[in-house]
């Protein structure tokens, strides 16, 4: 088994109300892709609580292995979400896959 965890930091947006809706957007379409990929064990999305820190959400996912990684990434509807939701909005990017 591998997790998957990708954490995001967001560009800045003109208030915290337009930020807050672009984060539950996100949470959204990324939480509905295990409906749409059949690799996907579990994913899940949670934002970041201390405005101390600088990465905004974090996506946690379980796969059986690093080739299901690979092909959930590269999956249409990841790809959709990836580059159509989180892209135009995406300041940074860090992941780690690690074995369970």
């Known amino acids: 088994m591998v997790r998957h965890i990708v954490m995001f930091k967001l560009k800045e947006f003109a208030s915290p ?3 807050q809706a672009k984060l539950d957007e996100i949470k959204t379409r990324l ?4 409906d ?3 690799v996907l064990r579990k994913i899940e999305v949670k934002f970041n ?4 820190e600088s990465w905004d959400l974090i996506l946690i996912t379980e796969l059986d292995s690093l080739a299901d990684v690979s092909t959930y990434a590269n ?6 979400v990836a580059k159509g939701i989180i892209g135009p909005v995406k ?3 860090a992941c780690v896959d690690y074995e369970m």
């Open 91 to 93: 300041a940074d990017r």
């Open 36 to 38: 749409k990929i059949d």
């Open 75 to 80: 999956h249409p509807e990841h790809v959709a």
């Open 31 to 34: 939480e509905a892709l295990i």
């Open 49 to 52: 609580c201390n405005p101390e």
């Open 17 to 19: 109300a337009e930020k």
